[in-house]
């Protein structure tokens, strides 16, 4: 159970900045790579300064982890607010770009000089979030993705603020005839998209590795998608979605080990769940046909 919650902390967090994304109409495809920018934000805050007392660094490894996320959603909002670009395209290859970029970070600046392998060196322990659950891998984080769950519902569902963000992303045409800046909803849900995608990068190097390695993410901004979708971009339904998809997943490695059932069963099932999910309102309008 410890272990699903471990997994089921990033996907929460990736999974609320891309409802965010999806209530406004930015199809926020790139959590993975804003997920990779925030590790690389809380890396390089551990390495320059790892003196800083604990709560200060704990304040400025999510401020900074929520910033460089959302700066990079930022891009590709920008183009789509201004210019009309796809974010779609746009977010993915910004992925790509964002994978390299720790792969070329972890054989130069940020390598471990005494390490062959391509990693950082292990970040000091003011870095470091608070295990809640002795021995299992159960940390802080969790409770960091229940906090911005709550946050993320107040905003969207409490707010003036959130309020247009949905309604620009219900119709924008409507809202830009009753004088509703579409562009610069579009552009504020573009950041916290990417915020809260980085905050899910810096959760898995203060909560498990404590260090940048290659692969830190197992896809799990591109899963978010699925949690989102899954979760109806409630964050309510995405806490529950989350847990679902992570004990999906951590099962189907403890069926392989103890039945010999390959873990490609758990990716059939999330694309199936997909496929439903996108077919329902076509299965609805033959119904009623």
């Known amino acids: 159970m410890a272990e699903v919650l471990v997994r089921a902390t ?6 609320l900045g891309v409802s965010v994304g999806f209530r406004t109409g930015f199809l926020n495809i790139g959590a ?3 997920l990779y920018l925030g590790a690389i934000s809380i890396t390089w805050l551990g390495m320059t300064f790892p003196t800083l007392p604990a709560p200060l ?6 401020v900074l982890g929520f910033l460089s996320g959302g700066l990079w959603a930022l891009i590709p909002g920008l183009l789509k607010a201004k210019f009309g670009l796809s974010e779609v395209i746009n977010t993915i290859m910004l992925n790509y770009i964002a994978i390299n970029l720790v792969g070329i970070l972890v054989r130069t600046s940020l390598k471990d000089p005494t390490y062959p392998y391509p ?6 322990a003011s870095t470091n979030f608070l295990q809640l659950l002795s021995p299992t891998r159960l940390h802080a984080g969790l409770l960091l993705a229940l906090v911005c769950a709550a946050l993320v519902y107040l905003l969207m569902f409490q707010t003036t603020l959130g309020f247009c963000m949905r309604a620009v992303g219900l119709n924008a ?8 800046a579409v562009s610069k909803y579009v552009i504020i849900s573009s950041l916290i998209s990417g915020g809260l ?3 899910a990068g810096v959760s898995e190097i203060a909560g498990l590795h404590h260090r940048l390695i290659e692969g830190i993410s197992p896809s799990y901004g591109y899963l978010a998608i699925i949690v989102s979708l899954l979760g109806r971009n409630n964050p309510v339904g995405i806490v529950f979605a989350s847990l679902g998809i992570a004990a999906l997943q951590v099962g189907s490695m403890s069926m392989q080990r103890s039945s010999g059932v390959p873990t490609s069963i758990a990716s059939i099932i999330m694309g199936l769940v997909v496929i439903m999910i996108l077919s329902r309102k076509s299965l609805f309008r033959c119904k009623e046909a």
């Open 119 to 124: 990693m950082s060196p292990m970040l000091p």
């Open 57 to 62: 660094m704990l304040v400025l490894s999510l």
């Open 32 to 34: 993975e790579g804003q």
């Open 10 to 15: 990033p996907l929460m967090l990736a999974a």
């Open 197 to 199: 995608s980085g905050l």
């Open 173 to 180: 045409r409507a809202c830009q005839c009753s004088g509703i």
